[in-house]
């Protein structure tokens, strides 16, 4: 008598779910744990402000012939809640209470996103610093809102790059389009 050997159809349904596993979490956006190798590096700047540090935790998306920013199919959509990044939602973390734009914001670490507009941006202080993209995102956790102005710059950014420095200036800066927002 002949028995059903059940290792090859195993094998082939443990191989299924550790596909399908593997898709899933590509389709929902995470990556290898190595952040170093992703097509959106890490970077990390610090620096102090006054007696206050401050240091932005983030991921550099390049253009890749894509628009940044705009209605077009771009990365960060006009009008729209943006993780100012890739990857990870951005962290923008102090040691002390600052003042962003003449408002009170407590220490701690925030994830940092943004609305992009033409004419007008809002920098977003959300008290769920642990957050991937901005898929999660809920307003009534927003510690602090501001409103700045972008400007355009001569010389493009292909790679998403955020600059801070010890005056408090905090600048976003991507394609032709730069933000800044200051710490106090």
């Known amino acids: 008598m002949r028995f059903f050997s059940p290792t090859p159809f195993v094998a082939a349904l ?20 190595d952040k170093s190798k992703r097509p959106s590096p890490p970077a990390m700047v610090k620096t102090t402000v006054g007696s206050t540090d401050v240091t932005i935790d983030y991921s550099r998306p390049a253009l890749k012939s894509r ?24 962290t923008f973390t102090v040691s002390k209470p600052v003042k962003i734009e003449g408002q009170m914001l407590a220490a701690g ?22 957050q991937w993209g901005a898929y999660d ?14 400007k355009t710059v001569a010389a493009p950014a292909e790679q998403f790059t955020i600059t801070a ?15 800044d927002f200051m710490v106090k």
């Open 165 to 179: 420095d010890k005056t408090g200036k905090v600048a976003l800066l991507w394609a032709k389009t730069e933000v």
């Open 109 to 130: 670490t925030y994830s940092l996103f943004t609305i992009p507009g033409a004419t007008e941006w809002t920098v977003i202080f959300n008290k769920t610093a642990k």
């Open 67 to 90: 628009e940044a920013f705009g209605s077009k199919t771009p990365l960060a959509p006009t009008g729209e809640v943006w993780r100012t990044g890739a990857n990870e939602a951005t």
């Open 14 to 33: 443990a191989g299924a779910a550790l596909l399908f596993n593997t898709s899933a979490a590509l389709a929902q956006g995470k990556m290898p744990e």
């Open 137 to 150: 995102y809920k307003a009534a956790e927003d510690a602090l809102r501001v409103k700045v102005k972008p």
